[in-house]
């Protein structure tokens, strides 16, 4: 495996270390990292591997294209990833907008329907007790369920965004290595992007005034570690890595399983790989 | 608990994310000044290129209007942007496979030549107040003649040419404007609702209604303002001119509802159950029913029965505010009702329209209606009756 596709064991405890610690704190510090970073990659013109438009002076973009596995049957709905992400990237803090999320898909013996809801779910809110930390209430206690599953959901970083088709000023846009990006100190807030995007994977920042989206955590895939929800998950439901790299651990599993993406009619190519979704998930 | 963002009550799936509306009540206002504009210049044009002659005496108002409203198309845009200042960013580094990029080139290319066609137009009244006037606007008359005094036949017979050739280029101009609006929503995919190749014409024929109407309303209103009788041959043209454009825009809606329901594509279950549902009031009773098939039978009554006089003046304008309001209707059964629905294809959100604020019920009010006044400033400085006798172009 190549140095970008696992992380070293020190980089992980600091990152555990850091997601322990006092959260503001935190939240401040990453915060700031996020800006300078997109600040300085925002710089389009740039050319290809041209070493100074990265922080991560040894990083190479044209050496990298990554990609993401979701092994839905591994998916236990701890809902750590989206607790992480939300404190990693600053993501507002609240129950309605989200760089990742997961969908809990239920199918209940009799009804025709499979029951689908999130963390967002009132429900599941006051199971939580707050808009800031995230619970599946167990509300099919008592139910006959037939079948169950967890199928995490980020933005797929399509080969073929829609949302950068669609923005009017060049602010959201696709780097070399693959990550669909939003330049948050040239987008004007249009959100153009959030209606084109047939996932649901963007939202408005309302506090900067942007679009918002799941960065799969560029500041940290940069710099060899791995984003924060794939850093987390305590069952390995999130693969992450270089699909360059025919040994990389997303390589591995999409060459290992039959992987499907979502909403392929639309055409719009993800790069988010699933296995084990049923039929009723898009 | 209180939540800490305003969210949209939903029922079904809908992805989490989708609970904040993102394009509100401004979005709608916004096309729907823009097809104002295009349906007003239409009017301008049957005369102007045309030769329509009995609607002359709305001519130079439907240009005025037409100018109004465009002045005010960015601003419902501008105040939804999370960075106005921004704006530019759109115009300076304008991404061209977005169908919102040009907006910003097409925009100042038609307000500038609704500027010059309007200068052409109004030249005689201009050079006649620049030359009578001493005081202040005197001053504003002279320099808008750009130094140019010359009134004569022979100058004006090539004023008239400009006109023509600008009213020619605005057709394309106008409806273009107007129909890329409709292909700003017609093209987004990942709408059900949207997503239509029809889009583009049916806003631009409900475009074409909607302004043909505010000049039926106006030009009554007008009338009555100046105490002197309604042209009833001009007022006649407008209503044939409503009457037959309303009937491609229906029968456009009609094809493009029944597509989407024949088709029965992924997700055609929940719009089913949303028209049957929460938008069976604002889309078949109001936009359709009250607004659109009752002025098209009233007008064919009118039609066919040769009806005149005050009948007339009252069945118009009764019809062209019922065709404004089904067009606002339409408006916001597109941008509000394709966000309504969610992108799962399995459940159905509520937009709340707050009566306050940058997006409020209030702020659209005042930005439909705020081109009215810019109107009635605009009437003062250029009156555009066709019947005033200091104006000599015809
Ligand atoms: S999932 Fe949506 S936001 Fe992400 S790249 Fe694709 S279209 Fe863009
Ligand atoms: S909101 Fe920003 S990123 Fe999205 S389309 Fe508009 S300018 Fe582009």
Request: glycine share 8%; proline share 5%.
């Amino acid at each position: 495996m190549t140095e970008n596709s696992k992380p070293t064991l020190a980089a992980r405890r600091a990152f555990l270390a850091k997601l322990g610690g006092a959260a503001t704190c935190a939240g401040a510090a990453v915060g700031a990292a996020t800006l300078g970073i997109t600040a300085s990659v925002s710089a389009k013109t740039e050319p290809a591997a041209n070493g100074a438009s990265f922080p991560t002076k040894d990083y190479d973009w044209t050496k990298h294209q990554w990609g993401f596995g979701v092994d839905a049957t591994k998916c236990i709905g701890c809902l750590r990833c989206v607790e992480a992400c939300k404190r990693e990237n600053d993501v507002p803090a609240n129950a309605h907008q989200f760089r990742t999320w997961v969908e809990r898909y239920v199918h209940i013996e009799g009804e025709e329907q499979t029951r689908i809801d999130s963390q967002q779910d009132p429900v599941n809110i006051e199971a939580s007790g707050s808009e800031k930390t995230f619970r599946f209430a167990n509300r099919y206690r008592d139910a006959k369920v037939d079948k169950a599953f967890f199928v995490p959901k980020l933005c797929n970083h399509c080969t073929h965004p829609a949302c950068v088709q669609v923005c009017p000023t060049g602010a959201t846009y696709k780097t070399e290595d693959g990550v669909v990006l939003v330049d948050e100190t040239y987008c004007i807030g249009c959100r153009y992007c959030v209606q084109a995007c047939p996932y649901g994977a963007r939202f408005l920042n309302e506090e900067k005034g942007v679009a918002d989206k799941c960065t799969w955590c560029y500041h940290r895939i940069t710099k060899g570690l791995q984003p924060a929800c794939v850093e987390v998950c305590p069952v390995g439901a999130r693969i992450f890595g270089n699909l360059k790299d025919k040994q990389s651990p997303v390589s591995l599993f999409i060459r290992n399983n039959r992987v499907q993406v979502l909403k392929a009619e639309m055409g719009n190519a993800p790069n988010v790989f699933y296995v084990g979704i049923d039929k009723e998930v898009n | 608990m209180e939540p800490i963002i305003h969210f949209s009550p939903y029922t079904g799936w809908v992805y989490p994310n989708e609970t904040i509306f993102e394009w509100s009540i401004l979005i709608a206002v916004y096309p729907y000044i823009t097809g104002l504009v295009a349906g007003a210049f239409t009017v301008s044009s049957l005369y102007q290129v045309f030769g329509f002659e009995r609607l002359k005496p709305v001519a130079h108002m439907a240009l005025l209007t037409s100018l109004s409203f465009m002045i005010f198309v960015p601003t419902p845009l501008l105040l939804h942007l999370g960075h106005p200042e921004r704006a530019f960013n759109a115009t300076i580094t304008p991404h061209l496979t977005s169908a919102m990029a040009m907006f910003g080139f097409f925009a100042s290319f038609y307000v500038a030549l609704l500027i010059v066609e309007g200068w052409f137009a109004n030249r005689p009244y201009i050079v006649e107040q620049a030359q009578k006037r001493t005081d202040l606007l005197g001053r504003f008359y002279r320099l808008l003649t750009l130094g140019s005094y010359d009134v004569s036949e022979h100058a004006l017979r090539y004023d008239k040419k400009w006109i023509f050739a600008l009213a020619v280029i605005g057709i394309p101009g106008a409806h273009g404007l107007h129909g890329y609006v409709g292909f700003m929503y017609g093209s987004v995919k990942a709408r059900e609702w949207w997503s239509s190749d029809l889009m583009a014409v049916i806003f631009l024929f409900s475009a074409i209604i909607s302004g043909v109407s505010l000049l039926a309303v106006l030009y009554v209103a007008t009338c009555k303002m100046r105490k002197i009788p309604v042209d009833l041959a001009c007022l006649k043209g407008l209503a044939y001119t409503i009457w037959a454009f309303i009937m491609v825009a229906l029968l456009l809606e009609a094809l493009e509802f029944a597509n989407l329901v024949y088709k029965n594509r992924e997700g055609t279950d929940m719009i089913m159950q949303y028209v049957t549902g929460p938008l069976l009031v604002p889309y078949f009773i109001l936009q359709f029913a009250v607004g659109a098939i009752t002025p098209f039978l009233w007008l064919s009554y009118m039609i066919w029965r040769g009806t005149t006089g005050k009948a007339l003046i009252v069945g118009v304008t009764v019809c062209a505010c019922l065709v404004l309001f089904s067009v606002f209707m339409m408006r916001w059964n597109v941008v509000i009702g394709g966000q309504e629905i969610s992108k799962t294809g399995k459940g159905l959100l509520s937009y709340h329209l707050p009566f306050w604020g940058k997006e409020g019920a209030l702020m659209a009010i005042f930005l439909t209606t705020a081109p009215l006044g810019l109107l009635y400033v605009l009437t003062r400085l250029f009156p555009p009756w066709a019947d005033a006798p200091t104006h000599a172009h015809s």
